[in-house]
T-cell receptor
Framework: NAGVMQNPRHLVRRRGQEARLRCSPM?????VYWYRQLPEEGLKFMVY????????ESGMPKERFSAEFPKEGPSILRIQQVVRGDSAAYFC??????????????FGQGTRLTVV | GESVGLHLPTLSVQEGDNSIINCAYS??????FIWYKQESGKGPQFIID?????DKRQGQRVTVLLNKTVKHLSLQIAATQPGDSAVYFC?????????????FGTGTRLTVIP
């Protein structure tokens, strides 16, 4: 059973371009969470999705950021018109149950986005 | 809102010694806490968790202590090994049924000196 797979591992984008980050949860996991980590800081929650539904996007910037978790395929975090401040590591986690108290969430290796 | 922070940003210990990493939180309603280990270039890895109805929980070489009176928790690592070198984060979930987002602290970088 492969772990949470994120790709690409490293992504370089010029200012104004779009970044698409992909996350394939562990087999059997239907709950996906995206976090952002700035250098030397902790992870900050962005969004929580179940299949075809956004459950909690309270941590998502209002503009330029969107996320989806389609019925088939990976979850996608999309950042439009990237700016230098978007440079960070973006981590995806998945779990088989919604409440972290009931089950461990497993993290992927992250995608390191660099905006130049 | 919830706030999780750490007392020390860095910690260096000799191999074989015990390590203690501290974490403070501000929301007295927080009811579940997790310690994560993050090695360079990798995602966070679950170490141990504790619910607010407990004061102590032990795992393999690790112990988490929770002091609800002063809103403080700590991670103790026994007989620290070079492989323990990493950044350690505490995280908490708010006291809401079904709440799914974790609030992470800034992290403490543990360096084990051989």
């Amino acid at each position: 059973n492969a772990g949470v797979m994120q790709n690409p591992r490293h992504l370089v984008r010029r200012r104004g371009q779009e970044a698409r980050l992909r996350c394939s949860p562990m087999k059997g996991h239907s709950h996906v969470y995206w976090y952002r980590q700035l250098p030397e800081e902790g992870l900050k929650f962005m969004v929580y999705l179940q299949k075809e539904n956004i459950i909690d996007e309270s941590g998502m910037p209002k503009e330029r950021f969107s996320a989806e978790f389609p019925k088939e395929g990976p979850s996608i975090l999309r950042i439009q018109q990237v700016v230098r401040g978007d440079s960070a590591a973006y981590f995806c986690a998945s779990s088989p149950l919604p409440d972290p108290k009931d089950t461990e969430a497993f993290f992927g290796q992250g995608t390191r986005l660099t905006v130049v | 809102g919830e706030s999780v922070g750490l007392h020390l940003p860095t910690l260096s210990v000799q191999e074989g010694d015990n390590s203690i990493i501290n974490c403070a939180y501000s929301n007295s309603a927080s009811d579940y806490f997790i310690w994560y280990k993050q090695e360079s270039g990798k995602g966070p890895q679950f170490i141990i968790d504790i619910r607010s109805n407990m004061d102590k929980r032990q795992g393999q070489r690790v112990t988490v202590l929770l002091n609800k009176t002063v809103k403080h928790l700590s991670l103790q690592i026994a007989a620290t090994q070079p492989g323990d070198s990493a950044v350690y984060f505490c995280a908490e979930t708010p006291y809401q049924t079904g709440a799914n987002n974790l609030f992470f602290g800034t992290g403490t970088r543990l360096t084990v000196i051989p």
